[in-house]
């Protein structure tokens, strides 16, 4: 009897999780060539945190225009690095963004070949 609790616990709470997390992945969206037509620096737009800014346009037309997003906190200063290496390179840039609404977070930077 404990052992069927315990296991119904680990359902319920494998579910909640579950609900959580797949919402945040279902919209984040993979930007696989997007060309940067902007760089600058919010100070304390996050906290006490710097805030670094990439405006990029998307080769596959998600959207028309120029949008702003934000670096996460997670990539740092090597983030920026990367995003300015590409730039100064005239390289596009893989991005993986929360969301495609701008001043979305950017959670994944890659330069492209």
Request: charged share 15%; net charge negative; aromatic share 8%.
């Amino acid at each position: 009897m404990k052992l069927k609790k315990m296991s119904i616990s680990i359902v319920f709470i494998v579910t909640v999780l579950s609900l959580c997390i797949l919402p945040a992945i279902a919209n984040a969206y993979d930007c696989a060539a997007c060309t940067v037509t902007r760089l600058g620096m919010v100070p304390g737009s996050f906290g006490t945190e710097d805030g670094f800014m990439v405006q990029v346009d998307d080769a596959a037309d998600e959207w028309t225009g120029s949008r702003t997003f934000y670096l996460s906190d997670t990539l740092g200063k090597a983030g920026w690095a990367t995003v300015l290496t590409g730039y100064s390179l005239g390289k596009t840039l893989y991005l993986r963004l929360v969301d495609t609404t701008p001043g979305s977070l950017i959670t994944i930077v890659q330069i492209n070949d």
